[in-house]
């Protein structure tokens, strides 16, 4: 039997996995090569969860502990169905929702409630559920809204295209959390293990915040899933998916 010299050095995994360095090591990874956003003069977060639900539910613990929703949430009311019934049932008569999708009628919406929090989804999930500018509308209410809001905008099934912040420098008034169901559009739904992500933009003290939530609400990606997540590029991934919508075409 030989005698071990080589440093132990204490980690995570030793007592508990819900922070596992392979799970920060693919974090690096895939906000490298696919959840990036460039020259927006805050340095964005990337925390991964065990699906994208698990991803929205870990926001909603932030805002609640935090107490960040002091006057109102404003929400489409057709994001995504689980997500309203979370939000009615969270804040109840804090809610305030909202059925159109005019670019200036919500910004006129947020002037005229303003809320601390506004939710919208990137990408519509039925023929007949509106499709938001939601670059236009952070930018436009960035310009004329000067108390402090956060924008959680869910962009599953859009991931490789989420990068409507590029170029944009966000005010210290404006923070952005940007989450979804990471492999729906990578694998089509197909994927090995289940994961979400949210990347925030901006949040000042609580840039850690969203990691502490993960942890408490028990949300974290499985440690091995670092292993199993294809680490693709937005390049790939929009070639792929520029193929898919060419094969439907010709179909």
Do not use: W
């Not at 990578?186 to 949040?203: D, T």
Request: with cysteine.
């Amino acid at each position: 039997i030989g005698i071990e010299k080589y440093p132990v050095q204490c980690d995570y995994n030793d007592y508990k996995r819900d922070r596992s360095g392979d799970t920060f090591y693919c974090e690096k990874k895939l906000q490298k090569n696919l959840l990036k956003t460039k020259n927006t003069g805050v340095k964005p977060i990337l925390n991964l969860c065990n699906c994208g639900m698990a991803a929205f539910t870990s926001i909603l613990y932030f805002l609640i502990c935090e107490n960040i929703i002091k006057n109102k949430a404003l929400a489409s009311s057709d994001i995504y169905v689980e997500n309203i019934l979370f939000l009615k049932s969270f804040f109840k008569d804090k809610l305030v929702t909202f059925d159109y999708n005019n670019t200036d009628l919500i910004i006129d919406k947020i002037l005229s409630t303003e809320p601390n929090v506004v939710f919208l989804d990137a990408i519509s999930n039925t023929i007949n559920m509106p499709l938001f500018d939601v670059a236009s509308i952070i930018k436009k209410t960035a310009k004329v809204y000067k108390k402090e809001i956060y924008f959680i905008i869910d962009v599953t099934c859009s991931v490789g295209y989420e990068n409507f912040l590029d170029n944009f420098i966000i005010p210290d008034n404006i923070k952005v959390i940007i989450h979804g169901s990471i492999l729906k559009a990578p694998q089509l739904g197909m994927e090995r293990i289940y994961a979400g992500f949210v990347l925030s933009f901006g949040l000042d003290k609580f840039t850690n915040q969203i990691l502490e939530y993960r942890t408490l609400s028990g949300s974290s990606i499985q440690d091995f899933g670092g292993y199993l997540i294809p680490v693709t590029t937005k390049k790939l991934l929009q070639n792929r998916l520029r193929i898919i919508e060419r094969n439907t075409v010709d179909l």
